[in-house]
C-alpha cells in the first residue's frame, strides 16, 4: 500500500470514529488515574460535586461497554479515552469477543485529546538502604513483589542491567563486552565437509581464569547468555554448577550448537557481579534487591516488570489503540489474535521483554505509525493467513519506527516478521539491530518501501532481509522498493575453524548481505531496491530456485551471488513438503497459484539447482573511493580488482540462470571481476568479456547509469541514462520510508542516535587465547630426541620405520628416499620402512587417528613419523591437538619404547605465517602436544619459506610457468608437490634426523597428564564378523575392489548390492562411524543407535566416479557406555549427477558404473574411554 492508499485508509478510520452515518450516538468512556470506578465513567472529569467523573481502571471501562453492548445499547460504535497518568498493570487488559467491534467502526481505546498516557506493566520499589559503596538494597518481603521472579529494572524509565561478566560497554555498537570459551570438548571431524569441525558439546565449556570467581555464590540462580558455535545461534541457559579449579562451567541444559573456542558469551545474575553503575540483581530466596543506580536512588522511579503482556485481543474484531505508550512488560506489549480488522496505531512500545505487537491469526489486522523501541525480542511480528488454503491474512506493519531491538532474545527477532500468506510491511523505517531487520516466511506476502540500516551489529550469516524457510511450498512473497544500506555483520571470521596463530579474530563487516534468500528460498521477486554500504555482497540467493532479481540498484559492493548444490539433505527436506501437499490433498490449490511447482519433478538432481532464475535489468555502480576498503581486504582473492558478481553450482544449474540487460560501471582503472565455479571444477576468475562468453548478460551494457548525485545517495536517473534504454523502471524513491500521517506516533521522525553515528566504520577484535598463542618456528626441535631407535641403529638390530602421514602434500612420497638414506647411514640394520598414507575421502588427522592400531601399531614400529600438519590446515586447533596428543599416547600405551617424530609438510597457506617466524595454526597444534611429551620436530615450511624468500624456490607455478621457470616449483595446483619439492623434503628430512639421532639416550617414554582429558587416545578400529550382518553379503579382498587396492587398511570388505542388508553391532564408547570405500555405486544408509532413528546418510561428491576411502558417521557425543547401531542399505538412488558430470569430464563415464546401490564396509571405529583396551 503506498503512501496515498494508506491515507485513504486512515481517513475511513477516522471517519468511522467520527460518527457519521450510525443511528446510535456515539458512546465515549472516561478512564483517568484520579477516577473511581464506581463512577459513571460518562464524564471526562469528576463533577464538581465529586460524585461522578471517570473509572479508575482499564478493566472497569471494558466492563461497562460489555454491559452496554448486551445490553444493546452500544451499538458499534465507541471510544474509551485514556486520561493523562500513568496506568500501572499487574496483569494484561484481556479483550475478546465481547469486546469486539467492527472494521468499519472499530471500538477505539484511545488517549483523549493526545494526552500523554502510559500503560506500564511494572510497580515501583522503594524502601532502599545502603548496602556497599554505591549499592543500594530493598527488602522486599512483605510487599507484592515478594515472590515476582521479576527480569527488567527500570530506572528514569531506562532499562537496567542485570549484574553480568563482562559488564556491558554501552558505546560498543556489537554489545560487548564478552568473555570467551577458552576450550571445549574436542570432537574429530566426522566427515570431510569444513562444518563437521563444530564439536557436540553443547552443556560444559572451560572458561578463561578470570570469569568464575571464589566469591560467585548461588550458583544456579546465574545464566549464561552465549552464541553457541555461530554467531546467529543465541542461547540464554541456566547454570547448573561451576569448577574453580578447572575454570569449568556446567550448564543447566544444553545449547542450540555445539561449543566452539572463541564463542561469546556473559554470565549474568551473580550479586558477585554487581559492580558497576545501572546494575542489579535479584536474591529470589531472600527477596532482596540489590541496586547501583546511575545516579541518586532518589533522583528517580525505580520499577520492576511485573505483567507478562499489558494487552491481548483474542477473537476481539475491530479494536484500536491509539496514541497510547505501553512499556515495561515481560511479553509482548499486545498480542492481536483471531482478530479482523484491529490496529495498533500511533503508540510508543518500549521495553518489552518481548514483541512490541504480535499479530497471530485474523485477518486485516496491523500495526500502524508506531515508536517501537527497547524491546527484548523484536518490533512486530505478523502471523495471519492459512497456508493450507493459501487464504491470505492481509495483516499489515505499516510506517513504524522501529530502532534498538532484541535486547534478550537477540537473533530472529527483527524488526518486522512476516509469516503465513498475504501480509504486508511497507514504509517502516528499521535501524541499530543485533540481528536481520527484516524477516520473511510463508507465502506472498509483500515487503515494500523500507528503509533498512545499521543490522546485524552482532550477528552475522545474514542479511537486512533473510528468508529461509526450506520448504519449496513457500513462495510468492515480493520485495520491492525498499532501500539497504550498512547492513554489516559482526562475528568469527571463521565460525567452523576459528582458531588462528592462537587467537579467534571478530570483525564486521562480514558475511552478511543486504537481501538474503538462504537454502533454499524459492519463487521470489526482489525489484526495484536500492543498496549502498553493503559491503560483503548486496543480494544472496543461495540454493533457491524461480528467484528473479530485477531492477535493483547496487552501489559499492560485490552485487549478486548465487550458490547452490551445497545441501542436497536441505533439498530433500524442502521437496519433502511438497510431497505432504500431495498426500493431504491441498496440492491443487498450490498449483493453481504456483503453475511451476509442476515442474518440480520426482528427479532428486532438481531438488538443488538454482535454475530457472533471474538477475536482469539491474543497476551495480562502482565508484572510485566506495568500497576502496573491502578492494584492499580482498585484493588476492579479488585479482586487484573489484569482485560484481558470484555464481557457484553445476553447468545445468547455470546454463539456466539467466544475467542480461544489466547496467554495470566502475572507474576505468578499477577492472571488475567475476567468479564462476562450475562443479564439479574449481573457481575462476572472469573479465568481463570472459564472462560474456559463457552466453550470459548477452543485452548488458559497462555504461555509466547517469545517477542525480550519487556522492549523496541520489539514485534518480538523469533523463539520458543509458539504463532507460534497457528498460530500467525508475524507482519511486518519494514512497519509500515513513510518511507524515494523522497516525503516526511522531513526526517528523527524529532518529534515535545509535551506529550511525560512527560512519563507514570498520571492527577487528581479537581473543587470544592464553597457552594457544603461535608456536616459533624451528627447522629442528631435539627434545628428547630418538635414543631408542638411535641405540638399535647403532647395534645394527633390525628396525621398523614408520611413516604415518595423510595425502594432500607429498603422500609420503619423500619415504624411499628417506629410507634409502638411513640404511646407508647404518648399513648393518636390518630397516624396514612402513609407509603409511592415505588419501580418497579422508584428509587429515581427525579419521585417521583412529586407524594408527591396526595400520601403523600393530607392526611395533621403532620409529613413528607423524605427518599430517599440511592436511590438518582447515581443522580447528583444538582438534588437531586432540588428535595428535591422541597419537602419541596410543603409540606408548602400544609400546613406550617407540620413539615418535612430528613432520611438518608445507602448504602454500602456511608462508604468510613463515615469514613471520610463527608456526601455522595446525602446526602450532602439534608443537604443543611435542612440547608436552618431548616428542622432536623437523619444520619443513620454515625452510622452504626462506628460500622462496631468497629467490631459491617457486612456491606455486602451473605447469606452462614451471616450464619456463629456472627456480624449482615446489607445487603446481596448491596440493600435490612435485618432483623437485619432494627432493626438498627428503634432504631437510635426513639433515633433520642427523641431528635428532644424535640426541636423546635409550629409555622407555611415560606416559604424562594429558593436556586434555578427553583426547583421542580411545580412538580404535574394530573389524566387521558375518555375525554382524543380515541380508546379502559377501566378502571379497580389499585388493579386488575396482580400480584400487585398499589392503593397507583392511583386512576383507563386505559388500553388498541389496537393499535392506543391514549391518549390527555393539560398542562402548561415546562415537562411532563405519570406515568404508564409497564410489559410483554407493548407496543411501539408514542408521539407527540403540533403536533411535538417526536419519539416512549418503557420501557422494564430485569424485565418487571411482573408487576411494571413506567415513560412514553413525553417531556422535553419545553417552559413555554401551550402544547398539545398525545400518540398513536403501533402495533410494542418491543423486549422482555431479559425479556423473566429472566422469564425463574426465572421459571415463560408464553408465553401468552408476547403475543400482551398493555398500563396501571395511571396519567399525569407535571413540572409546581412554583406558579400555
Avoid at 474484531?317 to 515481560?330: A, M
Avoid at 518481548?354 to 500502524?368: D, E, F, K, M, P
Avoid at 581473543?767 to 603461535?774: A, I, N, V
Avoid at 537393499?1059 to 542408521?1087: D, S
Wanted: aromatic share 10%.
Amino acid at each position: 500500500m503506498n503512501p496515498m492508499c494508506m491515507r485513504v485508509f486512515t481517513a475511513a478510520i477516522i471517519v468511522a470514529l467520527s460518527g457519521a452515518g450510525h443511528a446510535l450516538a456515539a458512546i465515549n468512556v472516561y478512564v483517568s488515574t484520579t477516577g473511581k470506578d464506581g463512577w459513571s465513567g460518562n464524564l471526562p472529569a469528576a463533577d464538581k460535586d465529586g460524585r461522578d467523573g471517570p473509572f479508575a481502571t482499564l478493566v472497569r471501562a471494558r466492563d461497562e461497554l460489555r454491559r452496554l453492548k448486551a445490553a444493546g445499547k452500544l451499538g458499534d460504535r465507541a471510544t474509551v479515552n485514556l486520561r493523562t497518568g500513568t496506568y500501572r498493570l499487574t496483569a494484561a487488559l484481556a479483550l475478546s469477543s465481547e469486546d469486539a467491534g467492527s472494521p468499519q467502526a472499530p471500538i477505539v481505546w484511545r488517549s483523549y485529546a493526545n494526552e500523554k498516557v502510559i500503560l506500564t506493566g511494572a510497580l515501583p520499589v522503594s524502601g532502599f538502604q545502603p548496602w556497599k559503596g554505591r549499592i543500594v538494597v530493598a527488602d522486599l518481603k512483605g510487599t507484592p513483589l515478594e515472590k515476582v521472579a521479576f527480569r527488567q529494572l527500570f530506572f528514569c524509565g531506562q532499562r537496567q542491567v542485570m549484574a553480568r561478566y563482562p559488564n556491558v560497554d554501552p558505546a560498543d555498537p556489537h554489545f560487548g563486552q564478552w568473555a570467551y570459551v577458552l576450550a571445549a570438548d574436542p570432537a574429530a571431524p566426522t566427515n570431510q565437509s569444513v562444518s563437521d569441525n563444530i564439536p557436540h558439546v553443547k552443556d560444559h565449556f572451560t572458561a578463561t581464569s578470570d570469569v568464575i570467581k571464589p566469591t560467585w555464590e548461588k550458583i544456579t540462580q546465574a545464566e549464561v547468555a552465549i552464541h553457541p558455535a555461530y554467531g546467529w545461534a543465541w542461547n540464554i541457559v541456566p547454570v547448573k554448577s561451576v569448577d574453580k579449579e578447572n575454570d569449568t562451567i556446567l550448564l543447566g541444559r544444553p545449547v542450540s550448537y555445539g561449543l566452539m573456542i572463541g564463542d561469546r558469551y556473559f554470565v549474568q545474575n551473580l550479586l558477585a557481579e554487581l559492580d558497576a553503575p545501572g546494575e542489579w540483581y535479584l536474591d529470589r530466596d531472600e527477596a532482596k534487591l540489590y541496586f547501583w543506580p546511575p545516579t541518586d536512588v532518589a533522583s528517580g522511579e525505580v520499577s520492576v516488570s511485573v505483567a507478562e503482556s499489558l494487552v491481548v485481543a483474542d477473537g476481539a474484531d475491530g479494536v484500536t489503540l491509539r496514541g497510547l505508550t505501553l512499556e515495561n512488560c515481560g511479553g509482548n506489549a499486545v498480542t492481536l489474535k483471531n482478530c479482523e480488522g484491529s490496529l495498533v496505531a500511533g503508540c510508543t512500545l518500549r521495553n518489552t521483554g518481548l514483541w512490541g505487537v504480535s499479530i497471530v491469526g485474523g485477518h486485516n489486522t496491523g500495526a500502524a505509525g508506531n515508536d517501537i523501541y527497547a524491546t527484548g525480542a523484536g518490533g512486530v511480528s505478523i502471523n495471519s493467513g492459512d497456508r493450507k488454503t493459501l487464504t491470505r491474512g492481509d495483516g499489515y506493519a505499516d510506517n513504524n519506527y522501529i530502532h534498538h531491538i532484541a535486547a534478550f532474545q537477540r537473533t530472529y527477532n527483527t524488526g518486522v516478521n512476516l509469516s503465513g500468506v498475504g501480509n504486508r510491511a511497507s514504509h517502516n523505517l528499521i535501524h541499530d539491530c543485533y540481528h536481520q531487520a527484516l524477516l520473511v516466511g510463508g507465502n506472498d506476502h509483500v515487503v515494500e518501501y523500507n528503509v533498512v540500516h545499521h543490522t546485524n551489529l552482532g550477528s552475522e550469516d545474514t542479511g537486512g532481509l533473510y528468508m529461509s524457510s526450506r520448504d519449496f511450498t513457500q513462495r510468492g512473497t515480493v520485495i520491492r522498493h525498499n532501500v539497504f544500506h550498512h547492513v554489516g555483520g559482526f562475528g568469527k571470521s571463521n565460525s567452523w575453524n576459528p582458531v588462528h596463530n592462537g587467537q579467534v579474530e571478530f570483525h564486521y563487516p562480514g558475511f552478511t548481505w543486504g537481501i538474503y534468500l538462504d537454502a533454499p528460498e524459492v519463487g521470489c521477486t526482489v525489484f526495484g531496491n536500492v543498496l549502498y554500504s553493503v559491503p560483503v555482497c548486496g543480494l544472496f540467493n543461495h540454493e533457491g530456485r524461480d528467484n528473479r532479481w530485477e531492477n535493483n540498484i547496487i552501489v559499492d559492493c560485490p552485487a549478486f551471488r548465487v550458490s547452490c548444490g551445497n545441501y542436497p539433505d536441505l533439498d530433500k527436506q524442502s521437496y519433502a513438503y511438497l510431497q505432504t501437499l500431495r498426500e493431504k490433498g491441498s496440492y491443487a490449490t498450490y498449483l493453481q497459484r504456483y503453475p511451476e511447482l509442476a515442474t518440480y519433478t520426482d528427479d532428486p538432481a532438481t531438488h538443488h539447482t538454482c535454475a530457472p532464475g533471474r538477475f536482469a535489468g539491474n543497476l551495480v555502480y562502482y565508484s572510485a573511493d566506495g568500497g576502496r576498503w573491502l578492494r584492499e581486504r580482498n585484493k588476492a582473492a579479488w585479482a586487484g580488482g573489484q569482485l560484481v558478481w558470484t555464481f557457484s553450482g553445476s553447468q545445468p544449474a547455470f546454463a539456466g540462470f539467466e544475467f542480461d540487460r544489466n547496467c554495470v560501471y566502475a572507474p576505468p582503472d578499477l577492472p571488475l571481476k567475476f567468479s564462476l565455479t562450475l562443479r564439479p571444477g574449481a573457481a575462476r576468475l572472469l573479465d568481463w568479456d570472459q564472462w560474456r562468453e559463457q552466453g550470459k548478460d548477452e543485452h548488458s551494457l559497462l555504461a555509466d547509469p547517469k545517477f542525480v548525485d550519487p556522492a549523496k545517495h541520489d539514485y534518480r536517473l538523469q533523463p539520458d541514462s543509458p539504463a532507460l534504454k534497457l528498460g530500467f523502471q525508475p524507482i519511486p524513491f518519494d514512497k519509500i520510508g515513513p510518511y507524515q500521517d494523522p497516525l503516526r506516533a511522531s513526526w517528523p521522525i527524529s532518529e534515535a542516535p545509535g551506529a550511525a553515528a560512527l560512519g563507514d566504520f570498520t571492527t577487528q577484535r581479537f581473543f587470544k587465547l592464553p597457552g594457544h598463542e603461535p608456536v616459533p618456528a624451528v627447522e629442528f626441535q631435539p627434545r628428547q630426541g630418538l635414543g631408542n631407535v638411535a641405540a638399535k641403529l647403532k647395534a645394527g638390530q633390525g628396525v621398523t620405520v614408520a611413516v604415518f602421514a595423510g595425502g594432500s602434500h607429498a603422500q609420503g612420497q619423500w619415504t624411499a628416499a628417506v629410507g634409502k638414506w638411513l640404511q646407508a647411514q647404518y648399513p648393518a640394520a636390518k630397516l624396514t620402512v612402513l609407509n603409511s598414507p592415505i588419501h580418497g575421502g579422508f584428509r587429515g588427522s581427525g579419521l585417521s587417528v583412529f586407524r594408527l592400531g591396526h595400520d601403523v601399531l600393530s607392526h611395533r614400529p621403532d620409529l613413528l613419523i607423524v605427518d599430517f600438519a599440511a592436511d590438518d590446515f582447515e581443522s580447528s586447533e583444538e582438534s588437531v591437538q586432540a588428535n595428535a596428543e591422541g597419537m602419541v599416547r596410543q603409540a606408548w600405551k602400544a609400546d613406550p619404547n617407540t620413539d615418535v617424530l612430528f613432520v611438518y609438510a608445507f602448504r602454500p597457506e602456511y608462508e604468510a605465517d613463515y615469514v613471520r617466524g610463527l608456526c601455522p595454526s595446525a602446526v602450532s597444534a602439534y608443537e604443543r602436544v611435542a612440547a608436552r611429551y618431548g616428542v622432536p620436530a623437523v619444520n619443513l615450511g620454515r625452510r622452504l619459506t626462506q628460500m622462496a624468500r631468497e629467490g631459491k624456490l617457486t612456491i606455486k607455478a602451473d605447469a606452462e610457468s614451471q616450464a619456463k621457470s629456472d627456480r624449482p616449483v615446489f607445487t603446481k595446483d596448491g596440493v600435490y608437490v612435485t618432483p623437485a619439492g619432494v627432493q626438498l623434503y627428503a634432504s631437510i628430512i635426513q639433515e633433520g634426523l642427523s641431528k635428532l639421532l644424535a640426541e636423546g639416550s635409550r629409555q622407555p617414554h611415560a606416559l604424562s597428564k594429558p593436556l586434555n582429558a578427553r583426547n583421542m587416545e580411545g580412538a580404535v578400529q574394530k573389524p566387521i564378523t558375518r555375525q554382524m550382518l543380515s541380508g546379502d553379503w559377501q566378502e571379497v579382498v580389499p585388493a579386488q575392489v575396482v580400480g584400487s587396492d585398499f589392503s593397507n587398511h583392511f583386512d576383507g570388505l563386505w559388500v553388498t548390492r541389496t537393499p535392506g542388508a543391514k549391518l549390527t553391532f555393539q560398542f562402548t564408547g561415546t562415537r562411532a562411524w563405519i570406515f568404508h570405500v564409497f564410489g559410483p555405486q554407493t548407496g543411501r544408509v539408514k542408521v539407527t543407535v540403540d533403536g533411535v532413528d538417526k536419519g539416512e546418510r549418503q557420501q557422494v561428491d564430485p569424485w565418487s566416479y571411482y573408487y576411494r576411502l571413506g567415513s560412514l558417521e553413525i553417531a556422535t557425543n553419545l553417552p559413555p557406555g554401551e550402544h547398539t547401531a545398525t545400518t540398513e542399505l536403501l533402495s533410494t538412488v542418491p543423486d549422482r549427477s555431479v559425479p556423473i558430470e566429472a566422469a564425463k569430464e574426465a572421459n571415463r563415464y560408464k553408465p553401468a558404473d552408476f547403475e543400482g546401490v551398493a555398500l563396501h564396509l571395511g571396519a567399525i571405529c569407535v571413540l572409546e574411554e581412554p583406558g579400555r583396551s
